[in-house]
Structures are given as structure tokens and as C-alpha cells.
């Protein structure tokens, strides 16, 4: 399995991204996905995640209402819209798959995870 994401970069406050995961190897539609990511001086935190199979989704409060996660299975692709971002979203973003627990959004139960990919928000 692997999980390559793409999308980061650096925008201004109040902008927008997307990150993209195309999962390799990885078919399971009776799990999850999710992004987490780690801000300078913090754990990796989850900021959302999509059951793979009915398509449910969680947000952190962090990010809800101004994040959206979304897959495109025939792509094996899941997605991350950011917008309204804040500085304070600044960190590395990190896709991730399969969880050994029934909830995916805490870190060290997720099997699979990518490279990472920075996103930086300046005021």
C-alpha cells in the first residue's frame, strides 16, 4: 500500500487549498481514510475523516464548516478542500488508511500513511 498526497503550499489568510491522497494498493471499502496533520510543537491530530464504504464523514471542530473530505473511489483518490484557512492551520498534512480501531481520526491506529505534505497559511 501507498498513499502519496500532493497539493500543499503556502497561501494567505482566509484562502484555499486542496490536498489530494491517491492511495496505491489499497481497496478496502469496509474502512476509512483520513487526514491528520501535526502543527509545529504538537502530536499529529485528525482534522477529518471519510468511512470508505458509506462515504460518512467527521470534522475536528478545529475545521468544520471550512474543510470538506471527499473520495473519488474509481480514482482511489481522497481529497481534502481547505478553505477559509488560517494561519494556525499551518503544519504538515498527512493522508492515512485503514484504522485497527473504530476510530479513525486517532493516529496510532492508522496502518497505512503517506509522505506528508506541508501547508503553510501567513497572515
Known amino acids: 500500500v501507498q498513499l502519496v498526497e500532493s497539493g500543499g503550499g503556502s497561501v494567505q489568510a482566509g484562502g484555499a487549498l486542496r490536498l489530494s491522497c491517491a492511495a496505491y494498493?489499497?481497496?478496502?471499502?469496509?474502512?476509512?481514510m483520513a487526514w491528520f496533520r501535526q502543527r509545529p510543537g504538537n502530536g499529529r491530530e485528525g482534522v477529518a475523516r471519510?468511512?470508505?464504504?458509506?462515504?460518512?464523514?467527521y470534522y475536528a471542530d478545529s475545521v468544520k464548516g471550512r474543510f470538506t473530505i471527499s473520495q473519488d473511489n474509481a480514482k482511489n483518490t481522497v481529497y481534502l478542500q481547505m478553505n477559509s484557512l488560517k494561519p494556525e492551520d499551518t503544519g504538515m498534512y498527512y493522508c492515512?488508511?485503514?484504522?485497527?480501531?473504530?476510530?479513525?481520526?486517532?493516529?496510532?491506529?492508522?496502518?497505512?500513511w503517506g509522505q506528508g505534505t506541508q501547508v503553510t497559511v501567513s497572515t
Open positions: 492515512a488508511a485503514e484504522s485497527r480501531t473504530p476510530d479513525c481520526t486517532v493516529a496510532v491506529g492508522m496502518n497505512y
Open positions: 494498493g489499497y481497496t478496502r471499502s469496509d474502512n476509512c
Open positions: 471519510i468511512a470508505t464504504g458509506s462515504g460518512n464523514t
